[in-house]
């Protein structure tokens, strides 16, 4: 059947639809997934055809969003019967030059010395993949895997212990394997700016811009670190453009999305967003599970079902931590011989398993506090400032801080609405008076031990 380009009235119609996943998805997913995409055509049977600029989006929207943007489209118009989607065949920019096999550069050992030392164990094949990293693995692989650069750069970001060091070891080790002719670079961002200053000290700038710029994949960990090192800013920028320049890949993780990246210059985070921004979320029971297990299999060693599913309930904060006490448990059993039990585990891990637990409000707290110095709630909230409440206050401004997520000003505002510096000031000074006083030091432990449990 006959395709024809779109005409004004599916267009129309097209742009309502795209209203329409705006409105559903939110700008940021709109504007990585669903803006890219286009109507290419259409015939008088009913079927509409639409692209996405490579096959990777093109697996992507399938797996996400294909059955909304299809069933939209069907709700406006009773005529389309079938959506396709495919992959856009406009030739793209910017293909890399490719060329005959590429001899390896006698300064390969050099370029690898600059990098650092990839972990073994951080593989692929190592890493669990559940809803909250599906995204950023995804995209590891296609940037692993793809001899082309589909995305640049690739700005993998999210909490600590959430597996963004182990992806990108994972895509340097599959580059190496797949193709040891290409030159990766991994390092972290402190590493680059230790480089780039030893550099300057040596005055040997030239050949660490030649070194970097000679690269096909680059990789820099936790770039948040050169927050506020303008200088290393600058040069990682320049470097950066003229990487992309040549058309070679850039991989970067941060804690942070882009956008907010604190004392980054705005042009560097507007390129550094300019790729494919995947974040990683914290971690679910599921993942949590998922990971133990392979873990536990690695290991050959396989733990009570029961003794898992504690774990991955209890142990929420990140993946390192979990790690951590599963290996605890582990040489725990092995060192003493005996069996691994539900039992056992609490026992090994009791001081985790309460750091975990830390569920202590900013009320549990000025409450506790109160009756343990016999002074009244409303007292906190006062101005008072007599020193038989001014102690007491500090004492709960130090704990809210130590045991709750809550930001200084958060805190502040529960407390009669003082300020953040107040609060601050609060915690400096029992930290002092902790490092001073043996009496106010067991005040502190008792309450919160009391708070813990
Ligand atoms: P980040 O760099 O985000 O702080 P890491 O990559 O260092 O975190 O991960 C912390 C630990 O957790 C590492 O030992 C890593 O192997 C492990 N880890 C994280 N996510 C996963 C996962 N999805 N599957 C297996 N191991 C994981
Ligand atoms: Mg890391």
């Known amino acids: 059947m006959k395709m024809v380009i779109p005409d004004a009235a599916l267009l129309a119609q097209w742009d309502r639809v795209r209203d329409q996943l705006l409105k559903e998805y939110g700008e940021a997913t709109f504007s990585s997934w669903l803006q890219p995409l286009s109507l290419v055509k259409h015939n008088n049977q009913g079927h509409v055809v639409i692209s996405a600029p490579n096959a990777f989006m093109r697996d992507w929207v399938r797996d996400h969003y294909f059955r909304r943007v299809e069933s939209l489209l069907k709700a406006g118009n009773d005529n389309i019967r079938k959506l396709e989607l495919v992959v856009s065949d406009e030739p793209q920019p910017h293909r890399a030059t490719g060329g005959g096999a590429a001899e390896i550069p006698a300064d390969i050992a050099d370029i690898e010395a600059l990098g650092a030392q990839l972990d073994p164990r951080f593989t692929f094949d190592n890493f669990v993949v559940g809803k909250p990293n599906e995204l950023a693995h995804a995209a590891a692989l296609r940037v692993a895997e793809s001899p082309e650069v589909t995305f640049n750069p690739l700005f993998l970001y999210g909490g600590v212990g959430l597996g963004k060091t182990h992806l990108m070891h994972a895509i340097a080790w599959h580059i190496r394997k797949c193709h040891p002719e290409r030159k990766v670079i991994y390092l972290s961002a402190e590493k680059f700016m230790y480089q780039f200053i030893r550099a300057l000290r040596f005055k040997d700038t030239v050949s660490f811009k030649d070194q970097f710029r000679s690269v096909d994949v680059l990789m820099i960990d936790d770039v948040q670190f050169i927050s506020g090192k303008d200088s290393t800013q600058e040069e990682f920028f320049h470097t950066f453009n003229a990487l992309v320049e040549q058309n070679h890949q850039i991989i970067v993780s941060a804690d942070k999305s882009p956008s907010d990246l604190e004392g980054m210059e705005d042009r560097l985070k507007s390129r550094l967003g300019w790729g494919l921004v995947a974040d990683i979320h914290p971690t679910t029971y599921e993942l949590r599970l998922g990971i133990l297990q392979?873990?536990?299999?690695?290991?050959?060693?396989?733990?009570?079902?029961?003794?898992?599913?504690?774990?991955?309930?209890?142990?929420?904060?990140?993946?390192?931590?979990?790690?951590?006490?599963?290996?605890?448990?582990?040489?725990?059993?092995?060192?003493?011989?005996?069996?691994?039990?539900?039992?056992?585990?609490q026992e090994v891990l009791r001081d985790l398993l309460r750091a975990n637990d830390r569920k202590a409000t900013i009320d549990d707290i000025q409450k506790k506090v109160c009756e343990y110095y016999n002074v009244r709630v409303a007292e906190m909230h006062s101005p008072k400032r007599a020193r038989s409440i001014a102690r007491p206050r500090q004492v709960a401004m130090f704990l809210c801080k130590m045991l709750t997520p809550r930001s200084l000003p958060e805190i502040g505002r529960k407390f009669g609405g003082r300020d953040h510096t107040t609060v601050m000031h609060a915690v400096k000074k029992i930290e002092e008076l902790i490092a001073q006083e043996d009496?106010?030091?067991?005040?502190?432990?008792?309450?919160?031990r009391m708070l813990e449990t």
């Open 439 to 448: 009496s106010i030091r067991e005040d502190i432990e008792l309450l919160r």
């Open 294 to 345: 392979a873990k536990g299999d690695q290991l050959g060693i396989r733990p009570p079902p029961k003794v898992l599913e504690f774990l991955a309930h209890k142990i929420t904060s990140n993946v390192r931590e979990l790690e951590g006490a599963l290996t605890r448990v582990l040489a725990h059993a092995t060192l003493v011989g005996r069996d691994i039990t539900l039992e056992t585990t």
